[in-house]
């Protein structure tokens, strides 16, 4: 296994480089999920220059399978037996916990985890990255204590049931980004990653622990707040529940939920084991049932510990990833599931780093792993059949030779014995990328180059050799990247796969439809070069059956449709026999709807366009009249504009061609042919009576006068409506 041993390099806190090592040694850089947080210790020569600039505070920044990290120096000791410094650094994130923030009221309205993450480190260099949540979790949480950064962090995530994770990117050996990202989960499902016992797995133990179990729980803490003048404690304590299969049951008149099933499993007749929960987060009474019965499902089964010893650790491993593990224990699941817990990873020598797992789960079997594991162990055990006899036919050619030295009168015997062993020789299985010469009847010829290339078995039969068939119930190999053939038909479970390659693709399915007994939902999906197709044929509220189509064409277009089975035809024109249909057009930003009796209708994106605003750049002597009762508005719904007001005259006369002010972008109008004549009055009660001031708006969003316009006046544009230019 190939090592590239990273290099550290020291920086003083304004990140300037001092110096670089790769002298270091008994390193170990501990990271656990819990935190996401990881601590550095190592020891490094005193005779080595970096080791004058590793002091408290300074920087340490490497690169590690791909993964830049960056710790900040807490304790350097000097071991005066070795003659080397001890250097202990924390991860750079560590300095979210020197930073306090202050207690905060809840908002006004639920918010997504990304706002209380972002008023968290408001003002320092963090920002948010990855956000999985987004806004489909929403919660109205408040802080009552002041707490640093980084403990403030940690209950939004409680608060939201996600992980979070810390992350820096560099630019060179300068961190150019900081970020926290917001993720369902650390770490991912590593397929790729497979840890076998007796590979790379040394031992697995297995513990199970029955003094956390509980067979029902008391509910405490609840609010006293509730809608309608009723408390959620109140709400919860009248209420008489029972889940759909009746396995969770919490009678009325009771702040207990019982777990049926599982104490009738355990015998205990009437005697419930009973715990307690805090149910003091719950928002609702329905928050509150959630809550108890997921606690208690947990609750109800023995814990089970299982600790795994491993000879090295993959070096592309990270803390929350979940790998395939096949054990070495013969009464219990052979394969496993497992997260990663915590990483103690030696920089120096790889074989010393060590991993924590956890959450162990049983694959069932049908499992890829579980079958490839299989025929591997059956392969074994032909394999050591095949050396069995081959060791048995060595023993009988010393046997022959013993044999034929005996003295004269046993020379018949001997020439027996050699002829048995000859013949036992010629039987024996042979592993050959060629058929033998002079087969035996019945014997077994391995076709390949050696055992670990063995491609078909055959056996000799009356005259000619047989392609034996193997038919496994599993199969276990560790990478399959060569094969290539014609399968034909093939029945799979589930089937998982990074690329497929094909010209086409054709699934079929039926069910029941559980919404008319009786009948049955077919659902097809067909993959080619024009595109998807999917049709889902089931009943609707008549006698005939009905056909939905949905299309995705090779150009991006979605198509969707209904119309009766029998008059769409799927292989010639499916789409001429629908009743209705809607197309989505990302090419040309359409959306085009169409009706068997109305024909096709558009719906282009500048159709849905929307603004409004009630300022604009006014020109030089003209602005808003009446402190502002009486500016301007201008509103936009799709493609038609609205503008009114009463722009103030805050000079002398203005006549024809005078600009007014300037329009917004999206305000401007569409027409080419010059312009919008807008009728519009001018007043000023000081001057004379009111009179006609024509208002001219050009394609360029101009707005000048058409008349006259009367002195310290203002004018009156009466409403107008007008189409405006489509938004890029």
Not at 134 to 146: E, K, M, P, R, Y
Not at 298 to 310: A, C, F, G, R
Not at 454 to 480: C, D, E, F, R
Not at 588 to 599: C, E, K, P, R, T
Request: aromatic content about 8%.
């Amino acid at each position: 296994m190939s090592f590239d041993k990273p290099t550290i390099f020291v920086q003083d806190p304004n990140e300037l480089v001092l110096g670089s090592t790769g002298d270091y040694y008994d390193s170990n850089l501990q990271w656990v999920k819990e935190t996401d947080l990881a601590v550095l210790t190592f020891s490094v020569p005193a005779e080595d220059p970096a080791a004058a600039y590793m002091t408290k505070l300074n920087l340490l920044t490497f690169v590690l399978s791909g993964r830049p990290w960056r710790f900040q120096i807490s304790q350097a000791v000097y071991d005066t037996n070795g003659k080397a410094f001890q250097i202990t650094a924390k991860a750079f994130s560590i300095q979210l916990n020197q930073s306090l923030v202050d207690a905060q009221a809840a908002p006004s309205q639920q918010e997504p985890a990304a706002f209380y993450v972002g008023q968290a480190v408001k003002g320092l260099d963090w920002v948010v990255g990855r956000d999985e949540l987004g806004t489909a979790t929403l919660h109205t949480v408040a802080f009552s204590d002041q707490a640093t950064v980084l403990a403030r962090l940690y209950s939004i995530a409680d608060a939201f049931d996600c992980a979070l994770n810390f992350r820096i990117e560099l630019e060179g050996l300068k961190v150019k980004n900081q970020y926290i990202d917001i993720l369902h989960r650390l770490g991912s499902d590593r397929n790729d990653i497979q840890l076998a016992y007796g590979d790379n797995v040394t031992n697995i133990t297995k513990t199970v622990d029955v003094n956390t179990l509980v067979t029902a729980l008391e509910v405490t803490g609840l609010s006293e707040d509730g809608d309608k003048g009723n408390s959620i404690s109140d709400a919860f304590f009248n209420l008489d529940y029972a889940s759909d299969d009746g396995r969770y049951v919490k009678p009325k008149n009771s702040f207990v939920m019982y777990d049926q099933t599982t104490n009738k499993g355990l015998n205990q007749g009437a005697a419930y084991i009973v715990g307690t929960f805090d149910g003091s987060t719950a928002e609702s009474v329905q928050g509150a049932i959630t809550a108890v019965v997921n606690q208690l499902t947990t609750q109800s089964q023995p814990m089970t510990t299982i600790d795994t010893s491993l000879a090295y650790v993959p070096n592309t491993l990270s803390v929350g990833d979940t790998v395939r593990l096949i054990s070495n224990d013969p009464d219990d699941s052979n394969y496993l599931k497992t997260d990663v817990q915590e990483l103690d990873i030696c920089l120096d020598n790889p074989s010393k780093s060590t991993a924590v797992f956890g959450d162990y789960q049983p694959l069932v079997d049908g499992d890829n792993l579980y079958d490839l594991t299989k025929i591997k162990q059956a392969v074994a055990a032909a394999q050591s059949l095949a050396a069995t006899a081959s060791t048995n036919a060595t023993a009988a050619q010393v046997t022959a030779n013993q044999a034929a030295t005996t003295a004269g009168d046993a020379n018949t015997a001997a020439s027996a014995a050699t002829a048995t062993a000859n013949q036992a020789k010629t039987m024996l299985p042979i592993i050959s990328t060629t058929a033998p010469i002079n087969p035996q009847e019945g014997q077994i010829w391995y076709e390949g180059s050696d055992a670990n290339d063995i491609k078909a078995m055959h056996q000799y039969v009356a005259g000619s050799w047989q392609t034996n068939t193997l038919l496994p119930t599993a199969i276990n190999v560790s990478q399959l990247s060569a094969l290539s053939a014609d399968l034909g038909n093939i029945t799979a479970g589930t089937m998982q796969a990074v690329n497929i390659i094909s010209g086409s693709m054709h699934n079929e399915s039926t069910s029941d439809d559980p919404n008319r007994p009786g009948k049955q939902i077919t659902n097809t999906q067909d993959i080619n070069n024009d595109g998807f197709l999917m049709v889902i044929d089931r009943y609707g509220a008549g006698t005939d059956e009905l056909r939905i189509l949905s299309e995705i064409g090779n150009s991006g277009d979605l198509k969707l449709g209904y119309g009766l089975k029998k008059n769409i035809d799927l292989n010639n024109n499916p789409w001429g026999g629908v009743i209705a249909s809607m197309i989505l057009d990302p090419v040309n930003q359409n959306i085009v709807f169409y009706g068997a009796d109305l024909g096709d209708y558009y719906l282009n994106i500048q159709d849905a366009y929307q603004n409004k605003t009630r300022s604009v750049v006014w020109n030089g002597g003209w602005g808003t009249w009446g402190g502002g009762n009486g500016d301007i508005v201008i509103v936009r719904h799709g493609r038609l504009v609205t503008l009114l007001g009463y722009p103030k005259n805050t000079g002398s006369n203005y006549g024809n061609g005078d600009r007014i002010a300037q329009l917004p972008d999206w305000a401007k109008p569409v027409s080419d042919v010059g312009g919008i004549n807008i009728y519009a009055m001018s007043f000023n009660s000081g001057v004379g009576n009111m009179q006609p001031c024509p208002v001219f708006l050009d394609t360029s969003g101009a707005l000048t006068l058409a008349g006259g316009a009367q002195s310290n006046g203002y004018v009156r544009i009466f409403p107008l409506t007008y189409p405006a230019k489509d938004m890029g």
